[in-house]
């Protein structure tokens, strides 16, 4: 039997939380500065490596597992997000999580928070401690296929994977809105059709990526109703308006 619902995916970093996880984590180095040898790691492609370096780091100087999980702790979540993924949580809707952070920060939080029965799926990249204590990072995957995404997520092919292996299941999604920040939130956007709703938050990224394409570039043109927030309240604002009978 077939099962019509409406798929929210959400951004994690400076979306549901106000603050950017990865680095909040750096509040554990000294002085909360990255070592120079580290530095050189960084590579705007691909960020994992750069944080994988930077655990190991942490673990070096004998910071332990339960420190870091009680730093994720610390982080709040954006204004109104609280209210809005317990609003979500009702049989209508299916909430999915596409986040360039790691799957032990993002279950931290959401389990801090009495929310993670609320997400049906977070695809992110993998992580976890290991024998020794050391948070150890994968790729979610690797991908050469976007040169809008990072190497190892490109948020786009989840979002349509994740469709294409619920329709299998028997769910049908009547309406899609992504929500999120930065630019890698710019390729799910593109994926989005014309009954869909993108929401760029307000002085991010991504609002200014959507703000500069010009009229006459089909390749990079939004389909979906572009829907600007501040606050989690301006979200469920929208939804109630376009969902609630």
């Not at 389990?111 to 976890?128: I, Q």
């Not at 829907?227 to 301006?234: E, F, I, R, S, V």
Request: glycine letters at 6%; aromatic letters at 10%.
């Amino acid at each position: 039997m077939e099962t019509r619902k409406i798929l929210v995916a959400f951004d994690f970093d400076h979306t549901i939380i106000d603050d950017n996880s990865d680095f909040h984590i750096l509040n554990l180095l000294p002085n909360g500065e990255v070592p120079n040898e580290i530095k050189g790691k960084y590579n705007s492609r691909s960020w994992t490596n750069y944080m994988a370096a930077i655990f190991a780091y942490l673990h070096d100087i004998g910071i332990q597992p339960d420190q870091m999980i009680n730093c994720m702790h610390e982080i709040q979540l954006t204004t109104g997000f609280d209210d809005l993924l317990r609003y979500l949580d009702q049989d209508r809707y299916e909430v999915i999580v596409i986040s360039d952070s790691n799957s032990v920060f993002i279950d931290a939080v959401l389990e801090n928070k009495v929310l993670r029965e609320v997400v049906h799926t977070v695809y992110t990249n993998p992580a976890k401690f290991d024998q020794n204590g050391c948070l150890t990072l994968k790729y979610y995957h690797t991908q050469d296929w976007c040169k809008l995404s990072t190497i190892n997520l490109c948020k786009g092919h989840i979002l349509e994977s994740h469709v294409r292996q619920r329709q299998q299941d028997g769910v049908i999604f009547d309406k899609i809105a992504f929500v999120g920040d930065g630019g890698n939130d710019f390729c799910p956007c593109l994926r989005l059709g014309k009954s869909d709703l993108a929401f760029p938050r307000i002085g991010h990224r991504l609002m200014k990526k959507l703000n500069g394409i010009k009229e006459d570039d089909a390749e990079l043109s939004v389909k979906a109703e572009v829907h600007p927030w501040d606050t989690g309240h301006d979200i469920r604002k929208i939804f109630k308006q376009y969902f609630e009978d």
